[in-house]
């Protein structure tokens, strides 16, 4: 029986001994914790105490409580799976998102008319309640298992001047592209990334485990006149999944001659 001697509520110094446990190693990544009757011999406390102990380490993501199976100790974070956040253009000015091809839906998309947040008005230059075509994909890479929610936002005032986006808002970023260069436009893109912990609907369609914040990454297409034409939103799980993109070197305007 280990000996608990340090400072602090009783579940609290169980749940420091079961820390150290996990990063010495003594407790390997994705291993079993030992049962609550076992812990409960071993640190010579009672049930609510292991458990309450139990419940802050999962609260920290050093657990994961598998319902009829037990507690079992996260992985060690590596990430399983590495996205390319870059946009490439073929010869015949067709467009290919790298990573595009690993994706299948386990959904059937889902079309449907919106309205901008603060959040999406405001990467798209718009006001609140404007409207918007907006399509939802759930993503599965078959390889890991990684799940990805996708999302792609449409403003209304685009779709009438494009009118084959509004006969088809759903089809795939790379194909949105190609429409929009065919009506006429010159595309350049902003992304930004996030992080935050998920929703109630985010952390069952990505099946996280507990205490697994989300990595939200938004992509807006710009015309050439930098006015938004589409928002398109990326939501994993920040345990499984890491971004990679390639950096260039953008030509600095020119600077006067001095007088």
């Given at each position: 029986m280990s000996e608990i001697q340090r400072p602090g509520a009783l579940y609290q110094q169980v749940a420091a001994a079961i820390r150290e446990a996990i990063l010495s190693g003594e407790f390997a990544p994705e291993s079993l914790l030992p049962s609550e009757a076992q812990l409960m011999a071993r640190y010579g406390v009672s049930r609510p105490t292991v458990r309450n102990a139990i419940a802050a380490l999962r609260a920290e993501g050093?657990?994961?409580v598998r319902h009829g199976k037990g507690?079992?100790?996260?992985?060690?974070?590596?990430?399983?799976?590495t996205i390319e956040r870059r946009v490439s253009c073929t010869a015949e000015g067709k467009f290919v998102m790298p990573n595009g091809d690993i994706w299948q839906?386990?959904?059937k998309p889902h079309t449907y008319r919106t309205r901008t947040t603060k959040d999406t008005g405001r990467l798209l230059q718009l006001d609140t309640e404007e409207a918007l075509f907006g399509c939802d994909r759930?993503?599965?890479?078959?390889n890991t298992g990684t799940r990805a929610m996708h999302r792609t936002l449409i403003p209304f005032q685009v779709a009438e001047a494009v009118?084959?986006?509004?006969?088809?808002?759903?089809?795939?970023?790379?194909a949105i592209y190609w429409v929009l260069t065919q009506a006429g436009h010159t595309l350049s893109w902003n992304e930004t990334v996030r992080a935050h912990?998920?929703?109630?609907?985010?952390r069952t369609a990505l099946q996280l485990p507990d205490a697994t914040p989300v990595?939200?990454?938004?992509?807006?297409?710009?015309?050439?006149?930098?006015r938004p034409l589409l928002l398109e939103e990326l939501r994993f799980g920040a345990d499984r999944t890491e971004l990679a993109y390639r950096l260039t070197t953008d030509q600095q305007p020119a600077r006067g001659a001095r007088a």
């Open positions: 050093l657990i994961d507690s079992f100790v996260r992985s060690s974070g590596q990430p399983v799976l839906e386990a959904e759930l993503l599965v890479d078959p009118p084959l986006l509004g006969a088809e808002p759903c089809k795939p970023p790379a912990m998920p929703l109630p609907d985010e990595l939200h990454v938004a992509r807006t297409a710009h015309s050439a006149d930098s």
